[in-house]
């Protein structure tokens, strides 16, 4: 058996394992919008960038698969033929100028491979496309609040704080369920800045079937968006060690049509009219110009 049946038969062995991972998420990956018990894969995807995230991730797993399976065929080789009784008289060769080529050569080139789409990935998720709706995330000790600019029918913010485990209804997530969610519409560019409370510490925003994660710092204006291609109800966490009450600020957005979401930004202004935000929103400042 040479070298070259060897790297065949690895390779045909990892894209086996590769369409067995394929089929596994494609069983597993039925937590629309959270978590499933005995989950173990990504929750569903409803926005590209998530889906992006996900085929990184199974493409550079199939290839660390791939190299595991090579390097393990030749570990089984070099036991079997090379051993002392099978090879009594070693080769007195410690130099091969080929070999070595090639082990420099060729990990650089397996990085080059991971880092193309790793830099595309980085790209769309850091270059904010034009939004049709931009609102804000802010983090407190220990609740999410929520800004709605005036410039786009809002004017109105909101703190959204996690229902007691006592006070939920058949339905509810414990852990995740809040007594106020944010809304947006589906199909529609969300952009979203996070900042947290000056006076706080820091967290982090995140809703995985969104793709999204980003740091809420004091004091910092930090920006990430969204398009939501699916109506449902979708759960993050703080994934910060921000305090005590860490985890118990969850995360929830509701995707609706956009008539339910005109509807609900009437009924808004009059529930949140009494807790008006001041003029600290800017819906047009930039990250960028913070940063």
Known sequence: MNLRKI???????????????????????????????????FQAPVTSIARE????????????????????????????????????????????????????????????VMAIPSFRLLTHELVIPKADITMKAVG????????????????????SSMVPEKQLKPGDLRLLTVDNEAVVPVNKTIALQVTA???????????????????????RLN????????????????????GKDHAFMPIVFRVVSEDAYKQWLVDAKKKFASVAPADSFAANDSADAVR
Not at 82 to 104: D, M, Q, Y
Not at 197 to 215: A, E, K, L, M, Y
Not at 225 to 238: D, I, L, P, S
Request: proline share 4%; glycine share 10%.
């Open 53 to 112: 995230i996900q085929d990184l991730h199974f493409g550079i797993l199939l290839m660390i698969t791939a190299i595991t399976l090579f390097v393990l065929g030749l570990l089984v080789v070099v036991i079997w033929k090379f051993n002392e009784r099978a090879n009594p008289t070693p080769s007195r060769t410690t130099h091969h100028t080929g070999l070595e080529v090639a082990w420099t050569v060729v990990p650089i080139l397996i990085l080059v």
């Open 223 to 242: 920006e990430t968006w969204f398009k939501a291609e699916r109506e449902g109800v979708y759960y993050g966490q703080c994934s910060k060690i921000c």
């Open 7 to 41: 790297g065949q038969r690895a390779a045909f062995a990892a894209f086996g394992a590769g369409a067995l991972i394929s089929s596994a998420t494609a069983v597993m990956a039925q937590g629309m919008g959270h978590a499933e018990p005995g989950e173990i894969d």
């Open 140 to 159: 407190k000790q220990w609740a999410w609040s929520y800004e709605y600019p005036k410039s786009e029918n809002g004017g109105f913010d909101f703190i």
């Open 197 to 219: 409370d000056p006076s706080g510490v820091i967290h982090s925003f995140v809703i995985q079937s969104f793709g999204i994660r980003v740091d809420a710092v004091p004091g």
